[in-house]
């Protein structure tokens, strides 16, 4: 009977398609300003959040953002963890630190590597910097920050900080309806 | 059964390449306009759902994006197809019949021109018979298309008249990929590209985002004036596999119609929007729907003048809409197909109340 036979677990059926991406209106500026060192987040005008990095999408109020801002390079992390598995791919070596940032000025934390400390040190408001590669090798990718490193300021209180955005978002709210109402 | 209305409806231009805008930012602007044509706003809706394909952006998780377009808080009820959009609709409709929801927003969107979409189709084939020959969609429409001549009901010069047709009927809707003018001896003078199939039988690659909202009847907003009611509504699914169907008949279909019919008690149609996206599968299925030349066929242009992959379906109820809203029009047959070669097909009735 056929249920002799040996199983076959495994056979190659490899699957390529070319896509030719594009990359829309509202990331483009962003990996535009990226290769210039700068970045780029949104204004939303219906929740006075700044949005980064740009989707071109308010995912709260689901309206179209355009409104450019300029962020510094600077932030807070608000929440990391340390990886201590190889990534299959990856180029990064265990252990290493990946940690949601909140860079100053924006109301959406990005990710990113944390890096010039003990993985121990490591810890929820520390305030942090990014570190550029060269600017001769900077291109369209948020890769041109290899990762950020403490500032040795002090912690900040996280749970003040979000008050913080809240009430900076609302001014911002109402500065936009003002300038509508206008 | 609850009776269930088509409210809005709204498409963006079915272009052929769309160069700047991704999906979220196609989306954006035709949920505003359908919301607006239905005097509603995003509190007003229920339950969002949508049909889309990451193949055809060749992005992971493309659709969970597209939810950024619909505002996230307060938080939705959503739900998605990896299906054309028609059975997004179906899902709404069956948790309206459940009595869980009461409105419903409907999207559906493709952006072909990135990638290669016949090849891209053949992924949808079974991994160990048929997906290692990469059959495109063009090759096995061309089958279904050559087991169509071999019945002798009808030749080239037919699949010809229904492009003319088409291209004709496109010239009044203003959001037609291909339009115009165009005479049968000039089409059959093009080459085959999967013979029998010519260029002009296939569907156009198209990008585009359609949407569209239905409620109960006890939600309509008051500003509809002309509701269109979706009377009787069925899908059926035939065998995977090529080999094992009658590629010149739709069986399903036919099913599908005879349940669509009892529920609705409706005989008669004004006109058909039919998911042909090759010029033969309009003739097999009028035959399988038994559709005569009282019926006005694809008054739209149907998929021959533009085809938003996974959207397509959901545009033939839209369509349907938009032609009902003319009092002259009362009753229309919507048709939705999912799978290779008309292997899945949904028959809608609306009326127009």
Request: glycine share 6%; charged share 20%; hydrophobic share 40%.
């Given at each position: 009977m056929d249920i002799d036979l040996d199983p076959i677990e495994q056979f190659d059926a490899p699957i390529y398609h070319r896509y030719h991406a594009t990359s829309s209106r509202a990331i483009t500026p962003f990996l535009h300003a990226v290769k210039r060192g700068e970045l780029l987040g949104h204004l939303s005008?219906?929740?006075g959040k700044v949005l980064f990095?740009?989707?071109?999408?308010?995912?709260?109020?689901g309206e179209a953002t355009h409104i450019p801002v300029i962020l510094s390079d600077t932030g807070t992390v608000i929440g990391f963890t340390t990886v201590h598995l190889p990534i299959p791919g990856s180029k990064l070596v265990p252990p290493f630190t990946v940690a949601n940032i909140l860079l100053d000025g924006a109301d959406q934390a990005c990710s990113h590597l944390i890096s010039e400390?003990?993985?121990?040190?490591?810890?929820?408001?520390m305030r942090v910097v990014a570190v550029w590669?060269?600017?001769?090798?900077?291109?369209?990718?948020?890769?041109?920050?290899e990762y950020f490193k403490p500032t040795g300021e002090p912690l900040v209180d996280i749970d003040a900080l979000q008050q913080q955005c809240l009430a900076e978002a609302e001014q911002r709210k109402e500065a936009a309806k003002g300038g509508q109402d206008a | 059964m609850r009776e269930v209305a088509i409210v809005a409806y709204a498409q963006s231009p079915q272009v052929r390449?769309?160069?700047?805008?991704?999906e979220v930012e196609m989306l954006m602007p035709v949920i505003e306009t359908a919301l607006t044509e239905a005097a509603m706003?995003?509190?007003?809706?229920?339950f969002v759902c949508s049909g889309s394909c990451d193949y055809i952006a060749g992005g992971a998780f493309s659709f969970v994006g597209a939810v950024d377009a619909l505002g996230a808080t307060p938080s939705k009820m959503e739900s998605h197809v990896e299906m054309d959009a028609a059975w997004a609709l179906y899902e709404s409709w069956l948790k309206i019949q459940a009595g869980e929801i009461s409105s419903a927003l409907i999207y559906g969107f493709g952006?072909?021109?990135?990638?290669d979409l016949p090849d891209v189709m053949?992924?949808?084939?079974?991994?160990?018979?048929?997906?290692p020959l990469w059959p495109d969609s063009i090759s096995m429409a061309g089958l279904q298309a050559s087991a169509l001549l071999t019945t002798r009901r009808y030749t080239e010069r037919d699949f010809a008249e229904v492009v003319v047709e088409s291209r004709r009927k496109a010239k009044?809707?203003?959001?037609?990929q291909l339009s115009g003018d165009t005479e049968v001896e000039e089409l059959l003078r093009a080459p085959y590209i999967s013979s029998p199939l010519r260029r002009h039988d296939c569907c156009p690659i198209t990008d585009g985002v359609s949407v569209l909202i239905i409620t109960d009847k006890t939600a309509?907003?008051?500003?509809?004036?002309r509701p269109v009611y979706i009377r009787g509504i069925d899908h059926r699914m035939e065998a995977h596999?090529?080999?094992?169907?009658?590629?010149?008949?739709?069986g399903s279909t036919t099913q599908a119609l005879a349940q669509a019919k009892s529920q609705a008690?409706?005989?008669?149609?004004d006109i058909a929007e039919l998911y042909?996206?090759?010029?033969p599968q309009t003739l097999i299925l009028k035959d399988a729907l038994g559709l005569d030349d009282q019926v006005d066929i694809?008054?739209?242009?149907g998929p021959l003048a533009g085809h938003i992959m996974m959207s397509a379906g959901l545009d033939r109820f839209g369509m349907s809409f938009r032609a009902l809203?003319?009092?002259?029009?009362t009753t229309a047959l919507a048709h939705a197909t999912s799978g290779p070669c008309l292997q899945h097909n949904m028959i809608a009735i609306l009326e127009a109340g």
């Amino acid at each position: 009977m056929d249920i002799d036979l040996d199983p076959i677990e495994q056979f190659d059926a490899p699957i390529y398609h070319r896509y030719h991406a594009t990359s829309s209106r509202a990331i483009t500026p962003f990996l535009h300003a990226v290769k210039r060192g700068e970045l780029l987040g949104h204004l939303s005008t219906a929740t006075g959040k700044v949005l980064f990095p740009p989707l071109g999408a308010c995912p709260e109020s689901g309206e179209a953002t355009h409104i450019p801002v300029i962020l510094s390079d600077t932030g807070t992390v608000i929440g990391f963890t340390t990886v201590h598995l190889p990534i299959p791919g990856s180029k990064l070596v265990p252990p290493f630190t990946v940690a949601n940032i909140l860079l100053d000025g924006a109301d959406q934390a990005c990710s990113h590597l944390i890096s010039e400390c003990d993985i121990d040190s490591v810890a929820i408001g520390m305030r942090v910097v990014a570190v550029w590669r060269p600017a001769e090798v900077w291109n369209n990718s948020l890769e041109n920050i290899e990762y950020f490193k403490p500032t040795g300021e002090p912690l900040v209180d996280i749970d003040a900080l979000q008050q913080q955005c809240l009430a900076e978002a609302e001014q911002r709210k109402e500065a936009a309806k003002g300038g509508q109402d206008a | 059964m609850r009776e269930v209305a088509i409210v809005a409806y709204a498409q963006s231009p079915q272009v052929r390449q769309e160069k700047v805008l991704n999906e979220v930012e196609m989306l954006m602007p035709v949920i505003e306009t359908a919301l607006t044509e239905a005097a509603m706003t995003m509190d007003d809706i229920d339950f969002v759902c949508s049909g889309s394909c990451d193949y055809i952006a060749g992005g992971a998780f493309s659709f969970v994006g597209a939810v950024d377009a619909l505002g996230a808080t307060p938080s939705k009820m959503e739900s998605h197809v990896e299906m054309d959009a028609a059975w997004a609709l179906y899902e709404s409709w069956l948790k309206i019949q459940a009595g869980e929801i009461s409105s419903a927003l409907i999207y559906g969107f493709g952006k072909s021109s990135v990638g290669d979409l016949p090849d891209v189709m053949s992924q949808q084939c079974d991994p160990y018979y048929l997906a290692p020959l990469w059959p495109d969609s063009i090759s096995m429409a061309g089958l279904q298309a050559s087991a169509l001549l071999t019945t002798r009901r009808y030749t080239e010069r037919d699949f010809a008249e229904v492009v003319v047709e088409s291209r004709r009927k496109a010239k009044a809707n203003p959001s037609a990929q291909l339009s115009g003018d165009t005479e049968v001896e000039e089409l059959l003078r093009a080459p085959y590209i999967s013979s029998p199939l010519r260029r002009h039988d296939c569907c156009p690659i198209t990008d585009g985002v359609s949407v569209l909202i239905i409620t109960d009847k006890t939600a309509l907003p008051e500003t509809i004036k002309r509701p269109v009611y979706i009377r009787g509504i069925d899908h059926r699914m035939e065998a995977h596999q090529l080999g094992i169907r009658v590629l010149s008949e739709s069986g399903s279909t036919t099913q599908a119609l005879a349940q669509a019919k009892s529920q609705a008690g409706i005989e008669h149609f004004d006109i058909a929007e039919l998911y042909a996206a090759f010029s033969p599968q309009t003739l097999i299925l009028k035959d399988a729907l038994g559709l005569d030349d009282q019926v006005d066929i694809n008054p739209s242009g149907g998929p021959l003048a533009g085809h938003i992959m996974m959207s397509a379906g959901l545009d033939r109820f839209g369509m349907s809409f938009r032609a009902l809203q003319k009092s002259e029009v009362t009753t229309a047959l919507a048709h939705a197909t999912s799978g290779p070669c008309l292997q899945h097909n949904m028959i809608a009735i609306l009326e127009a109340g």
